[in-house]
């Protein structure tokens, strides 16, 4: 059995919205983390395209049993592709502006887990044996961003509000849901093919951490824990205390000094679910 333990889910900015969802419902689990708006207005009308879709994912996957969890996030895809047409109609748009999220979600099986993987959320596992599970990714997205922005000197200006780093992102974000490209969850219901499958055999009791990249930055990013150390701190201090560690870190090198980023603090979303 599949139970909840914890969650949370921080803004990164807390004057806006927080594109990060995340939900569980019949044996199954995921997190999603709404790919940053690159423009200035959202074709949905809401606060941001990318919690449209992150958002309108998550009542997808709440709502309705399928055959498996690559079928409910067909399903979604569909169900949200068909949503955003009618909305932008005939509206000429860019490929950039469409919306995507990374998704991740796993359900309970006799063995343990399986699971769909797309874009950067990231899982971590801990099972009764003292094994430990990594999954999620690419694992080397952290050090991408890293280095992407370290490339960009100016601090004077936000990151985000460069037009040369903005286009640099246009141009990477049109590159993505394609045949031979890495794919996110996206419009297209041919992600649901695309995504990543992988499943473990797990000794129960044991413990999962589902995590968004703002999270998971504690340890691909900061390298404040290891995989083990951060489910372990999970169990043992609780999220919401390494939600704080986590803004506290990002507070002491605001301007990216230490670790570049394009941003200072990132939607943060992590599930703490239990094997039984």
Do not use: Y
């Given at each position: 059995m599949l139970t909840f333990v914890e969650s949370l889910s921080l803004a990164g900015d807390r004057a806006k919205q927080n594109d990060d969802a995340?939900?569980?419902?019949?044996?199954?689990?995921?997190?999603?983390?709404?790919?940053?708006?690159?423009?200035?207005?959202?074709?949905?009308?809401?606060?941001?395209?990318?919690?449209?879709?992150?958002?309108?994912?998550?009542?997808?996957?709440h709502h309705g049993a399928c055959d498996s969890i690559r079928e409910a996030v067909r399903r979604a895809s569909l169900y949200a592709g068909a949503a955003f047409m009618q909305r932008v109609g005939a509206q000429s748009y860019e490929r950039w502006q469409s919306p995507i999220s990374s998704l991740l979600m796993l359900e309970e099986t006799e063995a343990g887990i399986a699971a769909l993987d797309?874009?950067?959320?990231?899982?971590?596992a801990l099972d009764a044996a003292?094994?430990?599970?990594?999954?999620?990714?690419?694992?080397?997205?952290?050090?991408?961003?890293?280095?992407?922005?370290?490339?960009?000197?100016?601090?004077?200006?936000?990151?985000?509000?460069?037009?040369?780093?903005?286009?640099?992102?246009?141009?990477?974000?049109?590159?993505?849901?394609?045949?031979?490209?890495?794919?996110t969850f996206c419009l297209d219901p041919a992600c649901a093919d695309q995504a990543r499958a992988f499943s473990w055999v797990i000794s129960r009791p044991a413990h999962l951490l589902l995590m968004t990249d703002g999270f998971s930055a504690l340890a691909d990013r900061y390298r404040a824990y290891d995989a083990r150390g951060l489910v372990r701190a999970a169990l043992d201090k609780g999220v919401h205390e390494l939600g704080r560690e986590l803004r506290a870190i990002e507070n002491a090198d605001e301007a990216g000094a230490l670790?570049?980023?394009?941003?200072?603090?990132?939607?943060?979303?992590?599930?703490?679910?239990?094997?039984?």
């Open positions: 995340f939900g569980f419902a019949g044996g199954s689990a995921w997190v999603l983390d709404g790919a940053t708006d690159l423009g200035d207005a959202p074709l949905m009308g809401g606060p941001s395209d990318a919690a449209w879709i992150a958002h309108f994912a998550n009542a997808c996957l797309l874009g950067d959320c990231r899982v971590f003292g094994a430990v599970f990594v999954a999620g990714g690419p694992a080397d997205a952290a050090n991408d961003e890293s280095t992407l922005a370290a490339k960009q000197t100016d601090r004077h200006e936000p990151l985000l509000r460069r037009a040369d780093t903005i286009g640099m992102l246009r141009r990477m974000r049109a590159e993505l849901n394609k045949p031979g490209s890495r794919w670790h570049p980023r394009f941003k200072k603090s990132d939607d943060a979303t992590a599930l703490l679910m239990r094997l039984i």
